[in-house]
């Protein structure tokens, strides 16, 4: 029988059931027997206790512009350490780190004090958790947040958003920032293609636009999300929740078990031109299409920020104010 050790983490939101244990951190909400992991792989059941097997361990750390997120409407310009681990709780057959997701990657040990001292040196506004599925990490990254929080740094989610409703309240007093995808409204797109249920997604949406800044990120998998109409529904979700969130469309390319072609660049333009009927930043990644990176002033169409690539001329932005009419705009610097 597996035991438990002194360096093993316990784990955050489960309760002991029979000879198992039932993980609630996300909607699966796993039954993990002894010595077996749940579908993310990396909270084990070790001798009738839920372990978090990852906490303190990462398999890719770098210093990124935080457009890079993509966050564009969070401290523009800014470089931000950027850390992951490995595991994930969906299986999205077009998975663009699928190396970390299968837990195919090594891993080392890190300490909280050793990314403070990193980001410090990088000039860092903070940290993102990002890479792989962040929710997963939950006990490290509730820690380190707190750890970056009380040292005034930023705390940046890059996530699927499958959580349960009380984790995501406990952790998102310390976040600032979300990147969350929605990758469709069809509720048999996540069940078929990232192995998960829409309306979770959908509540944490909800609940982080009241809590923190969030921006979304969609992208068009070619022939099974990318239509017209799938493309309006995302749109008017985001709209109605709140239409200023930042949207980011992203193309799509083959990786992990996907082979469609890559998303045509006319089905991004168009998708493009539907969302901007409704909201006033919208965003095109993956493929370069003119404008489709910039920000406008919603009131006076003053071009506000201009960005190529991760080049960032944010001279039209006068705090979270447009430089030309003084309107205040969705911001956090």
């Not at 002033?297 to 430089?323: F, H, K, N, W």
Request: hydrophobic share 40%; proline share 6%; with cysteine.
């Amino acid at each position: 029988m597996a035991s438990t050790s002194a360096t093993d983490k316990i784990a955050a939101h489960w309760v002991p059931e029979g000879d198992a244990v039932r993980c609630g951190l996300c909607p699966h909400r796993c039954r993990i027997g002894e010595g077996k992991a749940g579908i993310c792989g990396v909270r084990e059941n070790r001798g009738g206790m839920l372990v978090a097997a990852t906490y303190g361990k990462i398999a890719s750390v770098a210093v990124d512009p935080v457009e890079k997120k993509p966050l564009f409407h969070f401290h523009p310009s800014a470089r931000i350490l950027s850390i992951g681990s490995v595991g994930c709780n969906f299986r999205c057959e077009f998975c663009q780190n699928w190396q970390l997701v299968l837990r195919r990657a090594p891993v080392e040990r890190v300490g909280i004090d050793d990314l403070l001292r990193t980001a410090r040196r990088e000039n860092s506004v903070g940290i993102a958790y990002t890479y792989n599925e962040p929710f997963i990490q939950f006990e490290f990254v509730l820690d380190c947040a707190k750890a970056f929080r009380a040292a005034g740094m930023k705390n940046v989610l890059v996530t699927n958003g499958y959580v349960c409703p009380e984790p995501l309240a406990e952790l998102l007093p310390f976040v600032d920032a979300m990147n969350i995808d929605l990758k469709s409204m069809d509720p048999a797109f996540y069940r078929k293609i990232c192995g998960g249920d829409l309306d979770p997604v959908l509540s944490t949406i909800r609940a982080a636009a009241k809590a923190t800044h969030v921006e979304i990120t969609t992208l068009l998998y070619t022939g099974h999300n990318d239509a017209d109409e799938q493309v309006r529904k995302v749109i008017d979700f985001i709209a109605e929740t709140d239409r200023e969130i930042p949207l980011h469309i992203s193309r799509y390319f083959p990786m992990h078990r996907a082979t469609a072609p890559p998303t045509p660049p006319d089905r991004l333009a168009s998708a493009y031109g539907i969302a901007r009927e409704r909201l006033p930043y919208v965003y095109v990644g993956n493929m370069r299409l003119p404008g489709a990176e910039d920000t406008v002033c919603p009131a006076c169409r003053a071009i506000v920020i201009r960005r190529e690539g991760y080049r960032v001329d944010t001279r039209g932005l006068s705090g979270d104010r447009c430089a030309a009419c003084g309107a205040r705009l969705r911001f956090v610097v």
